[in-house]
């Protein structure tokens, strides 16, 4: 697990664009239950989400049309929640950064760190 001091920083950089985080398994069951659209972004401390994610990201809300929701968790600090996002996007392997949209809790897109 990441240093809160160090992870922060680059939470705060979503949360403050929009983002509300996914803090453990029943915040991203509840938030995934609900219907409408929904981003969910696993945030990470690497250079990609760094230099092409969170820029990307934040880019992507200078829209008319926009998720009904906005949602993160960080990779390798908020273990559960990341977990539990996980299994919602499946088939696809575990990535980190990444970008899922779901519409009415069902995965219908899937940006994988190697895109």
């Given at each position: 697990m990441y240093p809160a001091e160090i992870v922060n920083p680059m939470k705060a950089e979503l949360v403050e664009a929009g983002f509300s985080e996914l803090l453990d398994a029943n915040a991203v069951d509840a938030a995934l239950a609900e219907e409408g659209t929904s981003v969910v972004?696993?945030?990470?401390?690497?250079?990609?989400?760094?230099?092409?994610?969170?820029?990307?990201?934040?880019?992507?809300?200078?829209?008319?049309?926009?998720?009904?929701?906005?949602?993160?968790?960080?990779?390798?600090?908020?273990?559960?929640?990341?977990?539990?996002?996980?299994?919602?996007t499946l088939p696809y392997p575990p990535s980190s950064p990444a970008v899922a949209l779901f519409k009415d809790g069902k995965l219908v897109h899937m940006v994988e760190r190697h895109h």
């Open positions: 972004v696993l945030n990470s401390v690497c250079g990609c989400a760094a230099g092409s994610m969170r820029p990307g990201v934040k880019a992507s809300l200078e829209n008319a049309k926009l998720p009904s929701k906005l949602l993160t968790a960080f990779a390798g600090f908020d273990v559960e929640a990341v977990e539990r996002v996980r299994k919602h």
